[in-house]
């Protein structure tokens, strides 16, 4: 089985800090995605990867960048934390190969910011 | 663009209730279609799927059928289980995309 793992459950950071939410996939995929989960807007594209060392904006990257520097992980880091950045975080990752449309998510990161 | 809708919820059901979720969307071509669902406190995992108009893609007793006609693609079952209890995303991916459209997700409250 495909396994995405994060590698927080839970953080809680000041606002102005630096955050780093990592995630790592065990499947070889190339895709890899950071979302975000908010009641009543589903989920939202942060970025994606579809290589090792690229990237790519989805629908919100405002404040919000990432790094692919090995092709299993991909981190998220929030420059200069806000308090709208409260939210839940999904990783998800999938392949190019057979099955190129099917995502495999992590169990998320609850990020507050206080 | 591309978009998916579903009803809103909550849907509140007693066990063994027969379950629809409605799930309609807009796109170009011939997108593949899915169900994702998510349990309390885990991520997204895939229900089932359907890549072609008429395909029907089951799993877990849940059934969705791919209309090309009518642009949809609900999710229903038969007698629900408490333990179904959970938020379901409806998705499209268009041919040669890596990149899903989600719709808003629908709770599901399954009382015994």
């Known amino acids: 089985d495909v396994k995405v793992t994060q590698s927080s459950r839970y953080l809680v950071k000041r606002t102005g800090e630096k955050v780093f939410l990592e995630c790592v996939q065990d499947m070889d995929h190339e895709n890899m995605f950071w979302y975000r989960q908010d009641p009543g807007l589903g989920l939202r594209l942060i970025y994606f990867s579809y290589d090792v060392k690229m990237k790519e904006k989805g629908d919100i990257p405002e404040g919000y960048s990432v790094s692919r520097e090995k092709k299993e992980r991909f981190s998220l880091i929030l420059e200069s934390a806000s308090t709208n950045q409260t939210s839940m975080y999904l990783c998800?990752?999938?392949?190019?190969?057979?099955?190129?449309?099917?995502?495999?998510f992590g169990a998320g990161t609850r990020l507050s910011v206080l | 663009g591309d978009s998916v809708t579903q009803m809103e919820g909550p849907v509140t059901l007693s066990e063994e209730a027969f379950l629809t979720i409605n799930c309609t969307y807009t796109a170009t071509g011939y997108p593949s279609l899915f169900w994702y669902v998510q349990y309390p406190g885990e991520g997204l995992q895939l229900l089932l799927k359907?890549?072609?108009?008429?395909d029907k893609g089951s799993n877990k007793g849940f059934e969705a059928t791919y209309r090309k006609e009518t642009t949809s693609f609900h999710l229903e079952k038969g007698s629900v289980q408490v333990s179904d209890s959970a938020v379901y995303f409806c998705a499209l991916s268009p041919p040669g995309s890596y990149i899903p459209t989600f719709g808003r997700g629908t709770s599901l409250i399954v009382h015994p």
């Open positions: 998800a990752s999938s392949s190019q190969g057979t099955d190129t449309n099917i995502q495999y």
């Open positions: 359907a890549t072609k108009a008429d």
